[in-house]
């Protein structure tokens, strides 16, 4: 006999996997509570203070290229086993949805990746697709916007999705969680003309 493991429905979750099932992609305004988005966005200028971070490239670890023409953010890697007290906190709401995601839809992923990312001002990031000719295990691609509270639409950085006939467009306010699926979404990031700052991550299969 099976062993009956405790699980309580969680609506959100629900609605996450409802959205993506449906469209694609999931929209979440307050995913993170603004205490949340506060430590993470101190602590990503924490780290860019140090000069920790770099210019992103593209393609991946064996055939990565900075090209500035493509995408101009700057990213820092964070690393789960050395997070500090805002770090451990995200991930351990990455590690329930993906814990929930896993026993409801079978996706089975068990690898994550996550980096910070700053467009400076006159940035932005070409259309493009999560997914590398050399690497398909990314399965849902996860940004948060860490702005602050006073982002204004006309500040630019709207992320577009490319939709089947639409072009939905979404603000990077605060807090806001988009979730979407690596290999089937092309997206863009608009330039910017005030620096914008984010966590991006993928949830990916072995
Ligand atoms: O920051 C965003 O809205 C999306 C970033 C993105 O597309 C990427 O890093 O691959
Ligand atoms: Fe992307």
């Given amino acids: 006999m099976f062993e009956a493991i405790p699980f309580s429905e969680n609506p959100l979750y629900e609605k996450i996997i409802a959205d993506i099932w449906s469209q694609k992609y999931s929209i979440v305004d307050d995913f993170f509570m603004q205490d949340e988005v506060?430590?993470?966005?101190?602590?990503?200028?924490?780290?860019?203070?140090?000069?920790?971070?770099?210019?992103?490239?593209?393609?991946n670890k064996t055939n990565e290229v900075v090209k500035k023409s493509i995408r101009g953010d700057i990213i820092l890697w964070i690393d789960e086993y050395s997070a500090n007290s805002a770090e451990l906190m995200f991930f351990n709401k990455i590690n329930d949805l993906k814990t929930y995601l896993n026993r409801t839809c079978f996706l089975g992923i068990n690898q994550k990746e996550f980096h910070y990312a700053i467009y400076p001002k006159d940035t932005y990031y070409k259309r493009h697709l999560d997914t590398f000719m050399?690497?398909?295990?990314?399965?849902?691609?996860?940004?948060?916007?860490?702005?602050?509270?006073?982002?204004?639409?006309?500040?630019?950085?709207?992320?577009?999705?490319?939709?089947?006939?639409?072009?939905?467009?979404?603000y990077p306010f605060p807090g806001k969680v988009v979730i979407f699926e690596s290999q089937e979404l092309e997206h863009e990031v608009k330039p910017?003309?005030?620096?914008?700052?984010?966590?991006?991550g993928w949830l990916k299969t072995r």
Wanted: aromatic residues 8%.
């Fill in 38 to 59: 506060l430590a993470l966005r101190e602590s990503l200028l924490l780290k860019y203070e140090e000069d920790t971070f770099r210019k992103s490239a593209i393609g």
């Fill in 134 to 170: 050399n690497d398909d295990r990314r399965r849902l691609s996860f940004v948060c916007y860490l702005n602050s509270e006073d982002w204004k639409p006309e500040n630019g950085g709207e992320l577009v999705l490319y939709l089947k006939d639409e072009e939905k467009v979404i």
């Fill in 192 to 200: 910017v003309n005030t620096p914008r700052l984010s966590i991006t």
